[in-house]
């Protein structure tokens, strides 16, 4: 009996252990029930379908509705925002709700808006258990603000805008001028490093000021003095030439790259050019110190010897010598690109002229200069493909006016005019994408790019739109440069416009606005608008009699 109930009270303990094991085992191990299979079968951005991977762009700049349809029932209750959520200020900064009628649908309106020109979110619907169900396929897509067209500024006449632009990008050239030489700094924040080649530029940009009354003739000429004096008596000159750049300060050729620290005859064009506008502005003065200017000028102009830049009796100009390094660089100046100036003064030079068997063999390649090709319907004379960077119609036509010359290669209006047509034509075809190109966007050159500086073209297109393109090609394009300047000022303005003038270049597709200010890119803004305006530069440069000569030599027909 004992024994008997000893086994009842052992099988009854045992009984209850197995109740409470299997009680706890069922909490650890819960018997999964059936999940429903999700997955996304459409969504609607704004009432837009889009696909997974795709980019919706030109969405107005207010809060964003996402409208998602599931292949089957939701429970809206269990949603997880970290596995549907957008990047940047949304991220899962938005509000979601069921849809009453259709309980396969989930509805998200961000609680920020798109608050930005062409600012980018990326919406994302991830992989994981929630909504009632397993997500298991994953989806994202691109959302990119449209740009905002409200002006930034108040509207002015387009006239008045003109002479703002010029007066601001003036300020380049005379307020932040290298204060013992006058020269022009090489770029905002370059200390003592000024630039030959920009000065020239801004030598034209000065005599634009003394016109439209920005300053005196008097603080020109006084402007100028300085600069002659400092180029006569303190910087390097090399066979008559300048270096590319200069130390502002005590005159020192500063090496522009390990085999470039002496001449360069190219940016000593493009100094030579502004001095000789300069001359011809001043010479019927009748002060002595005008008369005293012109004649520094005119020694200045005959000391460089162009035709020791032949490396001997080459049938070409090589672009660098240097004393130590001679010809290392070993350079051509060949068309088509910005040199035509140099050539043109080279025969111009009334005491070491070229033949123009240097021009016909060195620069126009015996006629491999020219093209011929049409790009966008537009027939370009010369050049590479679809043209090359814009200044290549700027820097040797601040001062020759293409609408008066031709020769046996080309007519130069229709070069240049082919020119900036074909770069704006391709900015409107946009072929790469780039976010912002347009109508008014457009202009393709030579500037800072993000984390670098290159030579901008159809060829070479990082995304990156400079100012001084479509500006400076004002004479070429009237209409497409006055629709950029507008676009630059009224919708940019704010973040563009700066104490000199435009900022050097935008990246609309990576919301980077250039801080930099360029001698080089802001001279030509200046001096072509004017030359729009007025042709006060390209007529004081024509009626240079060397000029004339030089042009006459080379077989060019000048009309009047």
């Given at each position: 009996?004992?024994?008997?109930?000893?086994?009842?009270?052992?099988?009854?303990?045992?009984?209850?252990?197995?109740?409470?094991?299997?009680?706890?085992?069922?909490?650890?191990?819960?018997?999964?029930?059936?999940?429903?299979?999700?997955?996304?079968?459409?969504?609607?951005?704004?009432?837009?379908?889009?696909?997974?991977?795709?980019?919706?762009?030109?969405?107005?700049?207010?809060?964003?509705?996402?409208?998602?349809?599931?292949?089957?029932?939701?429970?809206?209750?269990?949603?997880?925002?970290?596995?549907?959520?957008?990047?940047?200020?949304?991220?899962?900064?938005?509000?979601?709700?069921?849809?009453?009628?259709?309980?396969?649908?989930?509805?998200?309106?961000?609680?920020?808006?798109?608050?930005?020109?062409?600012?980018?979110?990326?919406?994302?619907?991830?992989?994981?258990?929630?909504?009632?169900?397993?997500?298991?396929?994953?989806?994202?897509?691109?959302?990119?603000?449209?740009?905002?067209?409200?002006?930034?500024?108040?509207?002015?006449?387009?006239?008045?805008?003109?002479?703002?632009?010029?007066?601001?990008?003036?300020?380049?050239?005379?307020?932040?001028?290298?204060?013992?030489?006058?020269?022009?700094?090489?770029?905002?924040?370059?200390?003592?490093?000024?630039?030959?080649?920009?000065?020239?530029?801004?030598?034209?940009?000065?005599?634009?000021?003394?016109?439209?009354?920005?300053?005196?003739?008097?603080?020109?000429?006084?402007?100028?003095?300085?600069?002659?004096?400092?180029?006569?008596?303190?910087?390097?000159?090399?066979?008559?030439?300048?270096?590319?750049?200069?130390?502002?300060?005590?005159?020192?050729?500063?090496?522009?790259?390990?085999?470039?620290?002496?001449?360069?005859?190219?940016?000593?064009?493009?100094?030579?050019?502004?001095?000789?506008?300069?001359?011809?502005?001043?010479?019927?003065?009748?002060?002595?110190?005008?008369?005293?200017?012109?004649?520094?000028?005119?020694?200045?102009?005959?000391?460089?010897?162009?035709?020791?830049?032949?490396?001997?009796?080459?049938?070409?100009?090589?672009?660098?010598?240097?004393?130590?390094?001679?010809?290392?660089?070993?350079?051509?100046?060949?068309?088509?690109?910005?040199?035509?100036?140099?050539?043109?003064?080279?025969?111009?030079?009334?005491?070491?002229?070229?033949?123009?068997?240097?021009?016909?063999?060195?620069?126009?390649?015996?006629?491999?200069?020219?093209?011929?090709?049409?790009?966008?319907?537009?027939?370009l004379p010369l050049g590479e493909n679809l043209g090359g960077p814009m200044f290549f119609a700027h820097y040797s036509f601040l001062g020759l006016n293409p609408n008066k010359i031709s020769d046996q290669y080309a007519n130069y209006w229709e070069q240049n005019v082919a020119h900036a047509k074909i770069n704006h034509s391709y900015c409107v075809a946009n072929p790469k994408g780039y976010l912002g190109y347009s109508e008014s966007c457009w202009g393709l050159s030579a500037s800072d790019i993000p984390n670098g500086y290159t030579?901008?073209?159809?060829?070479?297109?990082?995304?990156?739109?400079?100012?001084?393109?479509?500006?400076?090609?004002?004479?070429?394009?009237?209409?497409?440069?006055?629709?950029?300047?507008?676009?630059?000022?009224?919708?940019?303005?704010?973040?563009?416009?700066?104490?000199?003038?435009?900022?050097?270049?935008?990246?609309?597709?990576?919301?980077?606005?250039?801080?930099?200010?360029?001698?080089?890119?802001?001279?030509?803004?200046?001096?072509?608008?004017?030359?729009?305006?007025?042709?006060?530069?390209?007529?004081?440069?024509?009626?240079?009699?060397?000029?004339?000569?030089?042009?006459?030599?080379?077989?060019?027909?000048?009309?009047?």
């Amino acid at each position: 009996m004992t024994r008997k109930i000893s086994y009842l009270l052992v099988v009854a303990a045992l009984t209850l252990c197995s109740c409470a094991c299997s009680k706890t085992d069922d909490i650890d191990n819960p018997t999964p029930g059936p999940v429903a299979s999700l997955r996304a079968d459409s969504v609607f951005v704004n009432g837009t379908y889009v696909t997974s991977g795709a980019s919706i762009t030109n969405l107005p700049l207010s809060p964003v509705s996402v409208r998602i349809k599931f292949n089957a029932a939701i429970n809206v209750d269990s949603m997880n925002t970290a596995y549907v959520y957008f990047n940047g200020r949304a991220a899962q900064n938005y509000t979601y709700t069921g849809d009453s009628k259709d309980a396969t649908v989930l509805n998200i309106t961000t609680n920020v808006a798109l608050a930005s020109s062409f600012e980018t979110w990326k919406f994302n619907i991830a992989e994981g258990r929630y909504l009632g169900g397993k997500v298991k396929s994953s989806y994202t897509c691109t959302l990119s603000a449209r740009e905002k067209t409200d002006p930034v500024f108040p509207e002015i006449s387009n006239d008045s805008l003109m002479t703002l632009v010029q007066h601001q990008t003036f300020k380049y050239f005379w307020d932040y001028a290298h204060p013992t030489s006058g020269l022009a700094r090489e770029r905002l924040n370059s200390g003592n490093t000024v630039t030959t080649g920009g000065s020239g530029f801004g030598f034209m940009a000065i005599l634009v000021g003394i016109e439209r009354g920005f300053i005196t003739r008097q603080e020109g000429l006084d402007r100028f003095t300085k600069i002659v004096n400092f180029l006569t008596n303190k910087a390097d000159k090399f066979h008559g030439a300048y270096s590319h750049w200069l130390n502002g300060e005590t005159g020192k050729a500063q090496a522009f790259s390990t085999n470039d620290n002496g001449g360069d005859l190219v940016e000593t064009s493009f100094l030579i050019q502004g001095l000789l506008a300069v001359k011809e502005y001043f010479k019927n003065g009748v002060s002595a110190e005008e008369i005293a200017l012109c004649s520094n000028i005119q020694t200045l102009w005959e000391n460089v010897e162009w035709d020791w830049y032949r490396q001997g009796d080459q049938n070409v100009l090589y672009w660098h010598w240097s004393p130590d390094k001679g010809w290392a660089m070993n350079m051509k100046i060949q068309g088509w690109n910005e040199g035509l100036i140099t050539y043109v003064l080279a025969a111009a030079s009334p005491t070491h002229s070229i033949p123009k068997t240097v021009y016909d063999q060195g620069w126009a390649r015996n006629g491999n200069m020219r093209n011929g090709r049409q790009y966008y319907n537009i027939t370009l004379p010369l050049g590479e493909n679809l043209g090359g960077p814009m200044f290549f119609a700027h820097y040797s036509f601040l001062g020759l006016n293409p609408n008066k010359i031709s020769d046996q290669y080309a007519n130069y209006w229709e070069q240049n005019v082919a020119h900036a047509k074909i770069n704006h034509s391709y900015c409107v075809a946009n072929p790469k994408g780039y976010l912002g190109y347009s109508e008014s966007c457009w202009g393709l050159s030579a500037s800072d790019i993000p984390n670098g500086y290159t030579a901008s073209s159809p060829t070479n297109d990082r995304g990156t739109i400079a100012p001084t393109a479509a500006l400076s090609s004002f004479p070429y394009t009237p209409t497409e440069s006055l629709a950029a300047m507008r676009y630059f000022y009224y919708i940019h303005g704010d973040k563009m416009l700066g104490t000199y003038g435009f900022k050097d270049a935008l990246c609309l597709s990576q919301g980077w606005y250039a801080s930099s200010f360029l001698a080089i890119d802001q001279g030509p803004i200046v001096v072509m608008i004017e030359n729009y305006r007025t042709q006060k530069i390209w007529n004081l440069f024509m009626q240079n009699t060397d000029i004339q000569n030089g042009l006459q030599k080379l077989g060019f027909t000048v009309t009047p």
